[in-house]
């Protein structure tokens, strides 16, 4: 009887065990471990340390956000259009100063330089949540004033009675008149709708148009509902340093508008304006690569004073030259389609293993290798060295 409570007793301290192994791991594994290294900060900007420190195994798809979570998509297949909504109740890292510390911990040139541009946009809102507190200590909120007739660009703020959702009808307008525009056009194109809080500004929508899907990642409807349900694809890299001018764009942008004179901004409170535009080399799933010219354009939807307005971003991916990605594209695949087995690894090839990648140190090295021990070894003995090099 007392053997029969003891393995009881023993039995019950093992569950009690495993249990709490169960709770301790489990709890760390939900903090999901393998992305310790990446940091959302204000902003509405990911930071992949982890790909920025490994230079050996490159390889990135850009997400429009890995933090955010989808919440519905709507497509329009007349448009060749996909529009995604987001959860916009997600909490961003103010604090930038790990990621600044471990890209400076590197001791790279390039990621020092990247640090540079991150601690100077660090300075930048640290410096506006300052301001935004003070004023808002000072300023008492007025009542809201109904809306009589239609409100001009500057009187477009809390005090008039703005809100997102006016912000929202606005953007609305604007984004049908791009579709319709990029609606028989051959180019790339996507929008993002940012909703203003406090202190920063959170991703409400992106849309793309679909063909960038089936051209750069071959993927087919069923495909890119799937994914662009869990985590929107917009840039695939190939090279690191296309991930860095990446990052370093993101800041730059956000550095330009903040540095911005009242008088500049209201200039963007007037419609889709031009802010920017740089070359880009776009990668395909399949290793093909696009050189492209990326355009952006703003549109600051509200006029805020006591939080970061409302904005809507419009990006053009154009054709360097006569021919669109697409066009390019399949060129690209055509050609390789037509290169038999034997062409596609002939020294005849100049795409692929042609003259331009021959070895010249190794060729020359074993020429001279053969002509200093050839005589002095038995041939079996010299095949046999040659192979192991």
């Given at each position: 009887?007392?053997?029969v409570?003891?393995?009881?007793?023993?039995?019950?301290?093992?569950n009690q065990k495993e249990?709490?192994?169960?709770?301790k791991?489990?709890?760390?594994?939900?903090?999901?471990v393998?992305?310790?290294k990446v940091?959302?900060?204000i902003?509405?900007?990911?930071?992949?340390?982890?790909?920025?420190?490994?230079?050996?195994?490159f390889?990135?798809?850009?997400?429009i956000?890995?933090?955010?979570?989808?919440?519905?998509?709507?497509?329009?297949?007349?448009l060749?259009?996909v529009?995604?909504?987001f959860?916009?109740?997600?909490?961003?890292?103010?604090?930038?100063?790990v990621?600044?510390?471990?890209?400076?911990?590197?001791h790279?040139s390039?990621?020092?330089?990247?640090?540079?541009?991150?601690?100077?946009?660090?300075?930048?809102?640290?410096?506006k949540?300052?301001?935004?507190?003070?004023?808002?200590?000072?300023?008492?909120?007025?009542?809201q004033?109904p809306?009589?007739?239609?409100?001009?660009?500057?009187?477009c703020?809390?005090?008039?009675?703005?809100n997102?959702?006016?912000s929202?009808e606005?953007a609305?307008?604007t984004?049908?008149?791009?579709?319709?525009?990029?609606?028989n056009?051959?180019?790339?194109?996507?929008?993002?709708?940012?909703?203003?809080?406090?202190?920063?500004?959170v991703?409400?929508?992106?849309?793309?148009?679909?063909?960038?899907y089936?051209?750069f990642?071959?993927?087919?409807?069923?495909?890119?509902?799937?994914?662009n349900m869990?985590?929107?694809?917009?840039?695939?890299y190939?090279?690191?340093?296309?991930?860095?001018?990446?990052?370093?764009?993101?800041?730059?942008?956000?550095?330009?508008?903040?540095?911005?004179?009242?008088?500049?901004?209201?200039?963007?409170r007037?419609?889709?304006?031009?802010?920017f535009?740089?070359?880009?080399?776009?990668?395909?799933v399949?290793n093909?690569?696009?050189?492209?010219?990326?355009?952006?354009y703003l549109?600051?939807?509200?006029?805020?004073?006591n939080?970061?307005?409302?904005?809507?971003?419009?990006?053009?991916?154009?054709?360097?030259?006569?021919?669109?990605?697409t066009d390019?594209?399949?060129?690209q695949?055509?050609?390789?389609?037509q290169?038999?087995?034997?062409?596609?690894?002939s020294m005849?090839?100049?795409?692929?293993?042609?003259?331009?990648?021959?070895?010249v140190?190794?060729?020359?090295?074993?020429?001279?290798?053969?002509?200093?021990?050839?005589?002095?070894?038995d041939?079996?003995?010299?095949?046999?060295l040659?192979?192991?090099?």
């Amino acid at each position: 009887m007392q053997e029969v409570i003891l393995r009881k007793k023993k039995r019950i301290k093992k569950n009690q065990k495993e249990q709490l192994k169960f709770t301790k791991y489990g709890y760390v594994l939900f903090q999901n471990v393998d992305q310790i290294k990446v940091f959302y900060v204000i902003g509405d900007i990911d930071i992949d340390v982890d790909q920025l420190l490994n230079r050996d195994h490159f390889n990135i798809c850009v997400s429009i956000n890995q933090f955010v979570k989808v919440t519905s998509m709507v497509k329009q297949p007349d448009l060749d259009f996909v529009d995604i909504f987001f959860d916009t109740n997600v909490q961003r890292q103010g604090d930038l100063s790990v990621p600044i510390r471990l890209l400076r911990d590197s001791h790279q040139s390039d990621l020092n330089s990247l640090a540079d541009i991150i601690e100077y946009y660090y300075q930048i809102v640290q410096k506006k949540m300052k301001q935004s507190q003070s004023i808002e200590s000072i300023e008492n909120i007025q009542h809201q004033l109904p809306f009589s007739e239609p409100l001009s660009e500057l009187d477009c703020d809390e005090y008039h009675g703005w809100n997102f959702e006016k912000s929202l009808e606005k953007a609305q307008k604007t984004i049908y008149d791009f579709k319709m525009e990029q609606k028989n056009q051959n180019n790339h194109c996507c929008y993002v709708i940012f909703k203003g809080t406090k202190h920063d500004q959170v991703k409400y929508c992106f849309g793309q148009k679909l063909d960038y899907y089936r051209h750069f990642y071959c993927l087919d409807d069923e495909q890119i509902d799937f994914l662009n349900m869990r985590k929107p694809i917009i840039f695939n890299y190939k090279h690191l340093h296309q991930y860095i001018q990446f990052v370093s764009v993101r800041f730059k942008r956000l550095i330009m508008i903040f540095n911005q004179e009242k008088s500049e901004r209201n200039y963007f409170r007037k419609g889709l304006k031009f802010l920017f535009e740089q070359e880009i080399d776009a990668a395909s799933v399949d290793n093909l690569s696009v050189r492209l010219k990326f355009q952006e354009y703003l549109y600051i939807l509200s006029n805020y004073k006591n939080q970061q307005d409302d904005v809507l971003l419009v990006q053009k991916i154009l054709p360097i030259g006569d021919k669109s990605a697409t066009d390019i594209l399949k060129a690209q695949r055509n050609l390789k389609s037509q290169l038999s087995e034997k062409d596609y690894y002939s020294m005849k090839n100049p795409f692929y293993g042609g003259q331009i990648y021959r070895d010249v140190i190794y060729e020359a090295q074993s020429e001279i290798f053969k002509e200093k021990f050839y005589s002095m070894v038995d041939s079996n003995i010299y095949h046999s060295l040659l192979e192991n090099l």
